[in-house]
């Protein structure tokens, strides 16, 4: 018991000096990692009806995020929370190519009610950003639920200092620098070169420039982005999934329901789990194999014991 | 009110047919100056959309054009594929009828069989499929066809969108024109337990070998079991033995691989664990492949190969 505080102290150095090295939002992402790392939340059934998707939606998304000490374990009183949705498509929420507008405006209510004083809903999109923010439908629902949602401006995206193994600086949105949280909330769906899009992959939407670049090197590219940024928390849109034609989509017939949504802090356990949605293994994505071996979290998500719920 | 939104709409139309509306590359900008060809192309396409369409859509801002250096700003890593199948130029236009509101993405891939293979790429055997230029499929909320070297996607939202894309697609189809015809080798293969709308064309890497590039695929289904008849193109007859041999070494390499003279001259039988059984033979400028060769599949590949000499 002596050795109690003394060990606390060399304990909170050692994250503190762990989270010098890291990026923006480590400090707070190692604070975090007290509790339970992954939380699953599935629904037996598979609802119709708008309204009885929406309630499945929000439920899953509560309780997932309940599994892991509910919201106020990353949010603070006084906050200001970057949500970082997958708007980059002028896609329906059916369609299943932008993240379900109901978990964006269920997460951005937990977050109010943690304390937050502002949230911030935005994506840098691949089509028109204008009409996608609208298709989607989250532009409505996060302003809805209190959040600011606004199209990026070209003019903010500000050369940053990655420190990557690829990537030593990019255009980085200057805004998400500036919040005290980041929260991930990406769709699973099929993507054509990199087999799926998953958390990871969604922080490309925090960053300007010549993505293109990227895909010469999507594995190390998006890793660099995933070491630097270190999501406070990744809520994983699972309840529609495109499962072909990623990442536009748009045929209804390549969407299929798996009714699940995960939270969790270990960004590379969040998208193992999330590639099996697509019937893949984690090993099958390069930029997750390549997120566990620079040590940024486990591709065996069972290891950390996941709390599942089934509604 | 409705004369002036009339007159505005058809206005709107004109200035599209005459080219008054300047290209936009992209909301992200970027991308290599223009080439002439590339300018010759943009025109092309305007005169597909220029004219007035029916339900007199009011054009949402002016068209926007992306080439290969620019297209990922459209569609990210979904653009890559549109890359390997030689994709030259894309016309968006967003058209707004009534409540309705249309998207129209022309690609332009350059010739007929890269524009089959993008579309192959991406539809299924299970959708639902159209008459609409060479084929077309639709569900709610998109119609996407093929025709000539254009492959059209149409998305629609809102009240009667989709009444308008089977119009929209029909007039469309009618203002490109040139060839409804699949690729010339697809007629001449077997069409007897073809599955039908399974035929593909790839570029890259056909069932993971490079060596195997370019090739169509198309899948056969005998009862339960399904097989995939894969014709390799090579530019002659040599280079076609020297894709079979290479066939063969992998497979002497991996499993095992036998001479089969009873399915033609030159032809092997080879296994390995991962890719289970193929049988090959070189006709002409072709490597015919069947992979998980099932029921009579000596046969397709000999009638195959009869059909391609």
């Given at each position: 018991m002596k050795d109690c505080p003394r060990r606390t102290f060399l304990k909170t150095m050692a994250l503190g000096g762990a989270a010098l090295k890291l990026g923006p939002f480590a400090w707070d992402a190692l604070?975090?990692?007290?509790?339970?790392a992954l939380s699953i939340a599935h629904y037996r059934t598979s609802p119709k009806e708008p309204d009885?998707?929406?309630?499945?939606?929000?439920?899953?998304?509560?309780e997932a995020i309940a599994g892991l000490g509910g919201m106020q374990r990353f949010v603070s009183r006084g906050d200001i929370v970057w949500v970082k949705p997958n708007i980059g498509w002028n896609r329906r929420p059916e369609q299943a190519a932008t993240t379900n507008p109901d978990v964006v405006s269920t997460v951005v209510a937990l977050c109010y009610q943690a304390g937050a004083k502002h949230v911030i809903v935005s994506d840098n999109s691949c089509n028109p950003a204008v009409t996608s923010f609208a298709r989607s439908g989250i532009q409505e629902a996060a302003q809805k639920a209190g959040a600011d949602c606004f199209v990026m401006d070209d003019r903010k995206f500000k050369s940053t200092k990655l420190n990557g193994k690829v990537l030593p600086a990019w255009d980085v949105y200057a805004d998400v620098l500036g919040v005290n949280k980041l929260i991930n909330i990406p769709i699973v769906k099929h993507h054509g070169l990199c087999k799926a899009t998953l958390g990871i992959k969604n922080l490309m939407g925090v960053v300007g420039g010549e993505r293109n670049r990227f895909h010469q090197d999507l594995g190390n590219t998006l890793v660099d982005l995933a070491a630097f940024f270190r999501p406070n928390l990744v809520v994983l849109d699972g309840v529609r999934v495109l499962t072909a034609n990623g990442p536009t989509g748009g045929n209804l017939a390549d969407v299929q329901r798996r009714d699940t949504v995960v939270a969790g802090v270990d960004q590379v356990a969040v998208d193992s789990f999330g590639a099996t949605l697509l019937g893949l293994k984690p090993q099958d994505i390069g930029?997750?194999?390549?997120?566990?071996?620079?040590?940024?979290?486990?591709?065996?998500?069972?290891?950390?014991?996941?709390?599942?719920a089934e509604l | 009110m409705k004369f002036w939104a009339r007159r505005t709409s058809w206005l709107i139309c004109g200035l599209l047919a005459a080219g008054f509306f300047p290209p936009q590359s992209s909301a992200c900008g970027g991308g290599a100056p223009r080439t002439q060809a590339s300018d010759i192309a943009q025109k092309h396409l305007l005169t597909f959309v220029g004219a007035p369409l029916l339900g007199n859509p009011t054009a949402q801002g002016a068209p926007s054009?992306?080439?290969?250096?620019?297209?990922?700003?459209?569609?990210?890593?979904?653009?890559?594929?549109?890359?390997?199948?030689?994709?030259?130029?894309?016309?968006?236009?967003?058209?707004?009828?009534?409540?309705?509101?249309?998207?129209?993405?022309?690609?332009?891939?350059?010739?007929?069989?890269?524009?089959?293979?993008?579309?192959?790429?991406?539809?299924?055997?299970?959708?639902?499929?159209?008459?609409?230029?060479?084929?077309?499929?639709?569900?709610?909320?998109i119609l996407n066809f093929l025709q000539d070297r254009y492959y059209i996607k149409l998305s629609g939202f809102g009240p009667g969108s989709d009444n308008l894309l089977e119009k929209f697609a029909r007039v469309l189809a009618e203002r490109i024109g040139g060839t409804r015809?699949?690729?010339?080798?697809?007629?001449?293969?077997?069409?007897?337990?073809?599955?039908?709308?399974?035929?593909?064309?790839?570029?890259?890497?056909?069932?993971?070998?490079?060596?195997?590039?370019?090739?169509?695929?198309?899948?056969?289904?005998?009862?339960?079991?399904?097989?995939?008849?894969?014709?390799?193109?090579?530019?002659?007859?040599?280079?076609?033995?020297?894709?079979?041999?290479?066939?063969?070494?992998?497979?002497?390499?991996?499993?095992?691989?036998?001479?089969?003279?009873?399915?033609?001259?030159?032809?092997?039988r080879a296994s390995n664990t991962f890719e289970g059984r193929v049988i090959a033979v070189a006709q002409g400028r072709y490597l015919i492949v069947v992979a998980n060769p099932a029921g009579d599949a000596a046969a397709l590949l000999k009638q195959t190969a009869q059909e391609l000499n």
């Open positions: 604070a975090a990692a007290s509790g339970p009885g998707f929406a309630e499945e939606s929000q439920r899953l998304t509560r930029y997750i194999v390549e997120a566990s071996n620079r040590k940024l979290g486990t591709m065996d998500f069972d290891s950390l014991k996941p709390r599942r | 054009f992306y080439g290969p250096d620019n297209l990922y700003q459209y569609m990210d890593g979904g653009a890559d594929i549109y890359l390997l199948y030689d994709f030259q130029v894309l016309l968006h236009q967003d058209l707004k009828s009534g409540q309705a509101e249309l998207t129209v993405d022309i690609f332009d891939m350059g010739n007929a069989e890269d524009a089959f293979g993008i579309y192959a790429a991406e539809r299924a055997p299970g959708y639902n499929f159209l008459d609409i230029g060479t084929e077309a499929y639709r569900n709610e909320g015809a699949f690729p010339s080798l697809l007629e001449r293969i077997p069409q007897e337990n073809r599955v039908k709308h399974s035929e593909q064309f790839t570029r890259k890497d056909p069932l993971g070998h490079p060596f195997l590039s370019p090739a169509y695929i198309v899948s056969y289904k005998q009862g339960e079991s399904e097989s995939k008849l894969l014709i390799s193109v090579a530019k002659d007859p040599a280079e076609a033995k020297t894709k079979l041999e290479s066939l063969a070494n992998y497979f002497r390499e991996s499993g095992k691989c036998e001479p089969a003279p009873d399915l033609g001259d030159g032809a092997i």
